[in-house]
């Protein structure tokens, strides 16, 4: 009895420590969103790249959260997920240097780790997953291809942006999860997953990338406002729950107020998933380009299913992802 006890106990700590650790790594859009981007993108490669990412589906939707799961490792991956805008004046869409080693220069590197990489962080993925294009490999292709799914999907992401990160500053604590996770599970089997975007080559990814962090930058306003606005018809009670996470009893905005939260907001939401997977599709598609544009038909090692893939894109195309069930994301709406 006490041999099984003590077993049980083992099992139960080891379990409950997973647990934790799971619980932890869940932020940026959450798994849900961050799957569904990888997933989506790619539907929108050209003909010579769907073979070798279809065949790797699973492992670039179950790799895109991978970064976040890094961060209860990794001391200095946190600041790779975010940039503080504000904290480099109000002109800092011109003021900021698009090359690191500039930025560094004229911001030392401690400031930057602090207020945060972003932006640096996937021109720096780009270059991996364009030299593992070169080199034909097949695990590196696919292990950079999902990390850099995931630091472009929190580009689009506008509490990624702001040194208001969780609306601390105004009193409006809890909005990051709102946003990006518990807006995404309410909604998304009413979501919009589909897009006729092609993927398009990038002549310079780096000014790419700070176009798109200005855009979700500009989203902050309305969407702090917004949370405000909808406040007035709810109560303390029925706007927030409590939850005891990570050790502590911590509030979290309820399920009712994020419906009404998302209606407020229209598509934004749905838009910046979108845009995620239209991006993310065009760094993939650029990297094989600047690569050389590798046969990777000869790098698979399983033989690849057109027929299913030709399936699956259709359903996307028509917004049939989820009602097929093949959005993968959605089959197990867990924060496994
Ligand atoms: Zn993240």
Same mark, same amino acid.
């Given at each position: =009895?006490?041999?099984?006890?003590?077993?049980?106990?083992?099992?139960?700590?080891?379990?409950?420590?997973?647990? &934790? &650790?799971?619980?932890?790594?869940?932020?940026? +859009?959450?798994?849900?969103?961050?799957?569904?981007?990888?997933?989506?993108?790619?539907?929108?490669?050209?003909?010579? =790249?769907?073979?070798?990412?279809?065949?790797?589906?699973?492992?670039?939707?179950?790799?895109?959260?991978?970064?976040?799961?890094?961060?209860?490792?990794? *001391?200095?991956?946190?600041?790779?997920?975010?940039?503080? =805008?504000?904290? !480099?004046?109000?002109?800092?869409?011109?003021?900021?240097?698009?090359?690191?080693?500039?930025?560094?220069?004229?911001?030392? !590197?401690?400031?930057?780790?602090?207020?945060?990489?972003?932006?640096?962080?996937?021109?720096?993925? =780009?270059?991996?997953?364009?030299?593992?294009?070169?080199?034909?490999?097949?695990?590196?292709?696919?292990?950079? /291809?999902?990390?850099?799914? $995931?630091?472009?999907?929190?580009?689009?992401?506008?509490?990624?942006?702001?040194?208001?990160?969780?609306? %601390?500053?105004?009193?409006?604590?809890?909005? $990051?999860?709102? +946003?990006?996770?518990?807006?995404?599970?309410?909604? @998304?089997?009413?979501?919009?997953?589909?897009?006729? $975007?092609?993927? #398009?080559?990038? /002549?310079?990814?780096?000014? *790419?990338? +700070?176009? @798109? @962090?200005?855009?979700?930058?500009?989203?902050?306003?309305?969407? !702090?406002?917004?949370?405000?606005?909808?406040?007035?018809?709810?109560?303390?009670?029925?706007?927030?729950?409590?939850?005891?996470?990570?050790?502590?009893?911590?509030?979290?905005?309820?399920?009712?107020?994020?419906?009404?939260?998302?209606?407020?907001?229209?598509?934004? @939401?749905?838009? %910046?998933?979108?845009?995620?997977?239209? /991006?993310?599709?065009?760094? +993939?598609?650029? /990297?094989?380009?600047?690569?050389?544009?590798?046969?990777?038909?000869?790098?698979?090692?399983?033989?690849?299913?057109?027929?299913?893939?030709?399936?699956?894109?259709?359903?996307?195309?028509?917004?049939?992802?989820?009602? #097929?069930? &093949?959005?993968?994301?959605?089959?197990?709406?867990?924060?496994?």
């Amino acid at each position: =009895m006490q041999l099984i006890g003590k077993y049980m106990e083992r099992k139960y700590f080891t379990l409950s420590a997973f647990l &934790i &650790i799971v619980i932890i790594s869940v932020s940026g +859009w959450g798994y849900l969103v961050h799957r569904t981007v990888a997933q989506l993108a790619i539907y929108e490669l050209p003909k010579l =790249m769907q073979a070798f990412f279809y065949t790797h589906k699973d492992s670039l939707v179950y790799g895109a959260p991978r970064p976040d799961v890094r961060r209860n490792q990794d *001391e200095s991956e946190g600041s790779k997920h975010y940039m503080d =805008m504000e904290y !480099f004046g109000d002109s800092a869409f011109s003021v900021v240097p698009r090359k690191l080693e500039d930025a560094v220069a004229k911001y030392s !590197f401690d400031t930057l780790n602090k207020y945060g990489t972003l932006p640096y962080v996937v021109v720096e993925y =780009m270059g991996k997953l364009t030299d593992a294009f070169r080199s034909q490999n097949a695990d590196s292709i696919v292990f950079y /291809a999902a990390d850099l799914s $995931h630091y472009i999907a929190d580009a689009h992401v506008p509490l990624h942006t702001s040194i208001n990160y969780d609306g %601390q500053l105004t009193g409006q604590n809890g909005i $990051h999860d709102l +946003w990006e996770t518990t807006v995404p599970e309410v909604e @998304i089997l009413n979501y919009k997953l589909s897009s006729r $975007h092609k993927a #398009k080559y990038l /002549a310079s990814p780096e000014q *790419e990338i +700070w176009k @798109i @962090i200005e855009h979700t930058f500009s989203l902050l306003p309305e969407m !702090f406002a917004q949370e405000k606005e909808v406040s007035k018809n709810f109560t303390d009670s029925t706007k927030y729950r409590w939850e005891v996470r990570w050790g502590k009893n911590r509030r979290f905005y309820t399920s009712a107020f994020a419906k009404e939260y998302s209606r407020a907001l229209k598509t934004s @939401i749905n838009d %910046q998933l979108i845009a995620s997977s239209n /991006a993310l599709a065009d760094f +993939w598609y650029t /990297a094989w380009v600047n690569a050389g544009k590798p046969d990777l038909e000869k790098i698979l090692k399983q033989s690849y299913n057109k027929r299913g893939f030709k399936a699956e894109r259709k359903a996307f195309l028509k917004n049939q992802l989820v009602a #097929k069930k &093949i959005l993968i994301s959605t089959q197990r709406m867990t924060k496994d």
